[in-house]
């Protein structure tokens, strides 16, 4: 998708319209609006001012009316609509409203849907999904919490929170002050300040055992920002241990769902991948599970820590067995 | 851009707009400030064919033609019908949504494009507010091949690439008749007719390895009617209701094993090996999955029956504590390697 050659000409374009639109708009929200700083808002405007129809007399130029922080256009030399939506404006628009209709439960779908008729006739979009280059599934389910969990963020309330964390394979209690519902590769996520650990933390919707809404209002502290997940929701950490694993074809999966430094090809369907990880009990599942399809290289101390846990299962089933 | 050219753009757009007839670029020279400057008609000229393509790639509809059947050369104008975006009333809550639909896009072309299209909605007057949303759904980039495959399909050009189909294989040249790029649970893919294959298949766009080229002439690929992309990709997704495949019995050690605990209903109680626990039933959807789960809490969770899942378990295990002791040489773990994975 070709971005536009520079953003000051489309702009130009918008701003008649836009202030016709809006008579008397304060120059700091129209800069607002667009995106841009107050003083460029300004060049902008002494620019459209200098601009016009053939003859370019007094009568012919932009005319616009200066109060000391608002601005009115009282001539608009026929530039009094925007320009159309661009193939590219549209597509981005069309494919992301279409994503979020089927999103029952977690948004108002109701209104995406009428948003979406109305955008497609301005856009001259075909209302159909036939001929569209591209599409996009977010698929999002309803879990159990995510009811209550919208309601805590739009009543702006604490929540009770009873959540099973994979990493540690553990269920605890804590309270929170949610911050977002983030709606990322087909999951669903809480991003709150937990007021046990102290932090800003995510919580995986299909993790939350329970939940209950409480009465006090959510206070998230004014430090508490949220995380940037534009390179995904798990960022390396300095203090976390390097494994160095050996993956057959049928492991080959953990390179794409984990996030790995290293991927090295051996052949014969065989990967080299070098992984971090904060917790050695956590990699000790993960790679148990994997069995004849993984073996680690390094650290030495976790190919240990695996091999002993086998051993220890090997011998309880054994136990099991001879009951 | 700087100011002297973009006032020009601005007056020409106004100038273009205001007029029925059809104007030539000669006219425009002496009409449009800023033209008129120019040194040498070769500058002129190659100045304007720089703003025409510059307002064609922002959509604005230049038409060219004749006014006359005794002109010489072609004109230009724009339709006032074809630049203006039409009316357009938003409700607050689809306003809403179309800011929320907005900042769905977490890559810089599809952001770019969507906070253009929200400014024109701003210019024809509606109150869309770009501002941070309690629910907020995001889809990351698509990484290198992206740009190359959308335009394939916009244009109905075929495409070849470099394919690795799991990490670990080499990669083969794949021949595409791309029908559309899709982006499922956050993973991009492009999907159409694969020649070699003669088959329609899906591609990720994470195991494209380097270019994407464009072959062939434009125009020539077509998705068939009736063709459900996120189908394709997704599969039977929105279906997927079926019953588990069957139940599993488990003893697991007391107060451990929680990520299974949580899914499954208590029977009794059972000491094994001194060790004090639960025997557990828990649905089963996939047993390869349920294996590896299993297999992965160790000690802590023992498979009571069916026996053959026992067995898979075991030979988990089993491959686990075998596992060469020191950390060996690649050539030689590759090669124990391959002949593990082949008995």
């Known amino acids: 998708m070709n971005g536009p050659v520079s953003d000051r000409l489309p702009r130009l374009l918008a701003l008649v319209p836009y202030l016709l639109a809006r008579p008397g708009v304060r120059i700091d929200e129209a800069a607002a609006d667009f995106g841009v700083t107050d003083t460029q808002l300004r060049r902008d405007l002494e620019l459209l001012w200098m601009c016009g129809l053939p003859g370019y007399g007094p009568g012919d130029l932009i005319d616009l009316s200066f109060d000391s922080d608002t601005v009115t256009v009282t001539f608009d030399a026929g530039m009094n609509r925007p320009l159309r939506l661009s193939a590219a404006e549209a597509t981005a628009l069309v494919v992301a409203l279409r994503a979020l209709v089927d999103t029952p439960g977690v948004l108002d779908t109701d209104a995406v849907q009428r948003a979406l008729a109305k955008i497609e006739a301005a856009a001259g979009v075909a209302d159909s999904t036939e001929q569209t280059p591209m599409v996009v599934g977010l698929a999002t389910r309803e879990e159990a919490a ?31 002050d949610p911050m977002r519902l983030l709606l990322l590769e087909g999951r669903s996520y809480l991003e709150a300040w937990c007021r046990l650990a102290e932090g800003v933390r995510f919580f995986r919707l299909d993790r939350i055992e329970n939940v209950t809404l409480l009465d006090e209002p959510a206070n998230p502290p004014a430090h508490a920002r949220p995380t940037d997940v534009s390179a995904g929701l798990f960022r390396p950490a300095p203090d976390q241990q390097v494994a160095v694993l050996v993956l057959g074809p049928d492991a080959a999966w953990v390179s794409e ?57 090997l011998d309880r089933a054994g136990h099991l067995q001879s009951l | 851009m700087s100011t002297a050219r973009a006032e020009r753009l601005v007056n020409l757009v106004l100038c273009l707009l205001s007029t029925r007839q059809y104007l030539t670029a000669d006219k425009i020279r002496t009409i449009v400030p800023g033209y008129g400057d120019t040194p040498t008609d070769d500058a002129f000229f190659r100045m304007f064919e720089r703003d025409k393509a510059e307002l064609r790639d922002l959509g604005v509809p230049l038409e060219t033609g004749r006014n ?35 900042r769905l896009w977490d890559s810089p072309d599809l952001a770019g494009a969507a906070r253009g299209a929200l400014l024109k909605l701003r210019a024809a007057g509606v109150d869309v507010h770009d501002e941070d949303t309690a629910v907020q759904p995001r889809v990351r980039a698509a990484g290198p091949a992206f740009g190359a495959l959308l335009a394939a399909v916009q244009a109905g050009r075929a495409v070849t690439f470099e394919y690795r189909r799991h990490p670990g294989d080499a990669t083969q040249r794949r021949t595409l008749e791309p029908w559309g790029v899709v982006s499922w649970k956050g993973r991009w893919y492009v999907a159409g007719h694969d020649r070699e294959r003669d088959a329609p298949r899906c591609f990720r766009m994470s195991r494209i390895v380097g270019d994407v080229r464009a072959t062939g002439p434009a125009g020539v690929v077509r998705r068939p009617d009736g063709v459900d992309l996120l189908a394709m990709v997704g599969g039977s997704w929105h279906h997927e209701d079926h ?14 094993a929680q990520g299974l605990r949580r899914r499954a209903r208590m029977l009794g109680q059972r000491t094994v090996d001194g060790v004090d626990g639960d025997l557990m039933e828990i649905d089963m959807h996939w047993p390869e999955t349920a294996a590896r789960w299993i297999a992965g809490h160790g000690p802590d969770a023992v498979v009571v029956e069916p026996d053959w899942l026992r067995e898979m378990v075991i030979g988990r295990l089993t491959a686990a504590a075998s596992s060469p002791p020191e950390a060996a040489a690649t050539s030689e773990v590759a090669s124990a390697r391959n002949e593990a994975v082949r008995t």
């Open chain 2, 68 to 102: 006359s059947v005794f002109d010489t050369v072609d004109g230009y104008r724009i339709a006032r019908r074809d630049y203006e975006l039409p009316d357009i009333d938003l409700e607050p809550d689809e306003a809403a949504a179309v800011a929320l639909a907005a």
């Open chain 1, 146 to 176: 995510t009811a209550t969990v919208r309601d805590a963020l739009n009543r702006r309330r604490a929540l009770r929170l009873r959540y099973y964390t994979a990493s540690r394979d553990a269920i605890s209690d804590r309270t929170v």
């Open chain 1, 257 to 313: 769902y984990y996030p790995v430094d290293e991927v090295v090809e051996l052949g014969e369907g065989l990967s080299r991948i070098r992984m971090r990880y904060a917790d050695e009990a956590w990699m000790v599942r993960l790679l148990l599970g994997l069995g004849s399809e993984v073996t680690v290289q390094e650290p030495p101390e976790l190919a240990a820590a695996l091999r002993r846990r086998a051993r220890a299962a």
């Open chain 2, 243 to 256: 019953g588990p495949a069957g139940t599993v019995r488990l003893w697991l050690a007391a107060g451990r």
